[in-house]
């Protein structure tokens, strides 16, 4: 049965594995499963088969007169270049690396936003405490509850992906198969 | 004459897209030969037609040279491109005269305009008895081809993109307009697909 589960969460990882993509602790656990199941090694190897039959196939290139048809059809819609409306000049200059003056106007900005907001909230709060005789009951969110721990962490990657895959378990369809988890 | 080449071909994305945002035709035309084959083979590999993938990225280029002036600085270029020949591809998906492969009749003339494609027929593979060693690399890449072709399209441009394009996780993400867990499990699934229509050469 531990095996079982192993598999189930271990074969969703498979892709990312091969591909170098998990993390160090994530990789190592993910070996050592791999190295004492037949199973997984299979579908481990098959991934990285198809990467390589992928990644294996021949570059095409387009016509040798591609920039030809390209220009005249650029010249026979009579395309310009877009030219930069006032808000995409503006959204380029806020997003310049280095903008001069961006922090101040940012801060006055969000001063002149925030203070009337403040001052607006706060008045229409006391107006609702008033109206509830003051019995008004904050509710507090715990949607800043304390961390979890790297383990627990792990636990929900590990679910996260078993949810996507959770019907599919790749070993039923591998040759390596023995009878007692063709059940699997 | 070639160190003046040299020098051109050494100018950055940014440097071109900002002379492009200029109305600067040499850049424009620069960029183009910097991404044409990339483009392309990915709207090949995505719509398996030569034809179609010579006019989606025209109009890659088009759409680039359209909106240049709304391009981010920020922004790699290549993921930008890539975006753009994505949803082109989704919007030909949709008109649906593009997509091939998943419900074409076996009785329907083959184009003829596939590199990887054996010519003339489409005769239904019998893998039990095929000796894949024997296969030449063009008729392999017919296999894989075919192979991409029953992919979703969703999952095919991610596995195109990391497999063929050489993207990282992010890289797709940012491309496709999707977080990083969509890419993961995009990529697995097309692997898992692929892993049951490979099967005879993954053997081999």
């Known amino acids: ?184 | 004459m070639n160190l003046a080449r040299s020098l051109t071909l050494t100018h950055s994305d940014s440097t071109l897209i900002a002379r492009c945002q200029k109305a600067d035709i040499a850049a424009f035309n620069e960029i183009v030969a910097r991404y044409k084959g990339k483009i392309f083979n990915y709207v090949y590999r995505m719509t398996g037609s030569m034809e179609d993938a010579e006019d989606l990225t025209q109009e890659v280029f088009v759409r680039m040279y359209t909106n240049i002036g709304s391009f981010r600085a920020e922004a790699s270029l290549s993921t930008w491109l890539f975006r753009i020949a994505g949803n082109l591809c989704v919007d030909a998906f949709r008109r649906g005269k593009k997509e091939r492969g998943v419900v074409t009749s076996l009785d329907a003339p083959t184009r003829g305009d596939d590199p990887d494609e054996a010519h003339g027929t489409r005769d239904v593979p019998d893998w039990s008895h095929e000796p894949t060693a024997l296969l030449s690399r063009k008729e392999l890449g017919a296999e894989i081809q075919g192979a991409l072709q029953k992919l979703p399209p969703k999952l095919r441009s991610a596995v195109v993109l990391h497999d063929i394009e050489g993207l990282a996780y992010d890289e797709i993400a940012v491309a496709e307009g999707i977080p990083l867990g969509t890419v993961k499990s995009r990529i697995f699934n097309a692997r898992v697909a692929l892993r049951e229509h490979l099967r005879p050469y993954l053997e081999s």
């Open chain 1, 1 to 184: 049965m531990a095996t079982m589960l192993d598999c189930r969460r271990v074969q969703p990882l498979l892709s990312e594995y091969v591909d170098g993509a998990l993390s160090e602790e994530t990789a190592w656990d993910v070996k050592m499963h791999v190295a004492s199941c037949a199973v997984c090694q299979r579908v481990a190897d098959d991934f990285a088969g198809t990467a390589e039959l992928l990644g294996g196939l021949a570059h095409v290139e387009p016509s040798a007169n591609f920039e030809s048809v390209l220009a005249a059809r650029l010249a026979d819609l009579s395309v310009k270049p877009h030219r930069p409306s006032l808000r995409e000049q503006v959204s380029e200059w806020w997003y310049a690396r280095g903008s001069v003056g961006r922090p101040a106007l940012a801060s006055a900005a969000a001063f002149a936003f925030v203070v009337p907001l403040i001052m607006v909230t706060l008045t229409l709060r006391q107006g609702a405490v008033d109206a509830v005789n003051g019995t008004a009951v904050v509710k507090q969110s715990n949607a800043a509850a304390s961390p979890a721990s790297d383990a627990e962490a792990l636990e929900r990657l590990y679910d996260d992906h078993a949810a996507y895959s959770s019907s599919l378990l790749l070993g039923d369809s591998s040759a390596v198969l023995t009878p007692a988890d063709s059940r699997l």
